[in-house]
């Protein structure tokens, strides 16, 4: 009775070792097909673009995945057909179907073309603006497209073009959004705006004289940081040359004179400056004449008489070489009215003068040189007594003796 049990466990172990050999056998069998398979069928195939998303005009380049061996054609866009070359270039924005066949199996994916983003300025970028110049972008964008305009985030509108000055300096930006089928593109220009120099200068003295030194000092800034240079322009050629830096100094002859300051900023803006000088014509110094050196002696030789007197001689001493003397007389018996000698031994002598100078008669000597003051003597004849004389100075083109002083 307890045989049958122990039978019916063993053939139930039997079978299930047959079992496990049956699905060794198939696993192995599995494990060797999938390693003789070919390694490109190991994922479906698919491909890339290079750029992702190109724009419209531009080429882009298709490159196929998990399909090496395999006989490949292209379509760029549904129903245009397929050609092997795997480069294509859109005309027009939009988005593209664009199909891959492997051995005639097609694989699909969606191409974004974005419209051309793109704008110039007028004057170039080159050129930095200056606070209030006006400048003009305009589009280059894909023909079509709808455009808006942005200047440091104030909307212009969706003209082709726009123009617009900056008041103020420092960073500024301008932005065009182009939208063309349903796709979008930006183009973005930061630039900076340059505020120009201010020039100007004063000098001293303010009433300037001729062949005086005039000094010239600049005052003028740049809001944006320390000048780059300054120049003069002083003698009237228009070069910039004659001096440089914040001060300058020269003469100049009588008249007005336009003098010129040229200041340039960190990013070589340039402002000029003019300024006219009235010069005034100097002065003319007239030094008063000096004595006449030696300063002659004069003397009148003679006899006092009860009604007159008796004159021998007239002489002058000490008068310089080619120094002029003129003897005047006037009144009863002067036998002339005037004589002139000219030095040439430093004494003088005229004589006789007279026999007899009734009283009232007068003799007058005069000694005069060029430049200098001469010598003015008077003798009044008196009846019994001595002359009176009268000593003074000829002073250069006066005509008349003054008071020596």
Known sequence: ???????????????????????????????????????????????????????AGQQAMFTPANAEGAAIEWEYGSGTGFVTENT??????????????????PYSKTVDVRPVAAFHRD?????????GQPATSTSDSSPGAALSWEIDGVALGGAESVEHSFSSPGTHVVRLEVVHNDQR?????????????AAGFVWTPSDAVAGGEVRLYSTSVDAEGPLGGEAWELDG??????????SAASAFAAGNHDVSLRVTDGDGVSRTVTRTIAVAAAP???????????????????VVLRRGARIG????????????????????????????????????RLSPVARFLRAGARVEILVRAPRVIG??????????????RVDRCLVPGSTEPRRCT
Request: aromatic share 6%.
């Open 123 to 131: 004057p170039g970028d080159a050129v930095v603006l200056e606070t």
């Open 237 to 246: 050629d228009g070069d910039f040359n004659d001096a440089f830096g914040p």
């Open 88 to 105: 294509h270039v859109f005309d027009v924005a939009g988005e593209y179907l664009v199909t891959m066949t492997v051995d005639g199996t």
């Open 375 to 388: 010598k003015y003597v008077g003798f009044r004849i008196r009846a019994g007594k001595r002359p009176v």
């Open 284 to 302: 003319v110094v007239i030094l008063p004449p000096s004595l006449m050196s030696p300063f002659p002696t004069v003397r009148l030789v003679g």
């Open 1 to 55: 009775m307890e045989v049958l049990p122990s039978f019916r466990f063993a053939q139930s172990a039997l079978q299930l070792e047959r079992a496990v050999r049956t699905l060794a056998a198939a696993l192995a069998l599995l494990a060797l097909m999938w390693l003789s398979a070919p390694a490109a069928r190991a994922a479906d195939p698919d491909f890339t673009v290079d750029p992702p998303s190109p724009l």
């Open 185 to 197: 593109n930006l183009a973005v220009s930061v630039l900076r705006v340059n505020a120009p120099p």
């Open 313 to 348: 001689l007239v002489e002058v001493r000490g008068a310089p070489r080619g120094a002029s003397v003129t003897v005047r007389c006037s009144g009863g018996g002067c036998p002339f009215r005037s004589r002139r000698r000219v030095a040439e031994t430093g004494r003088v």
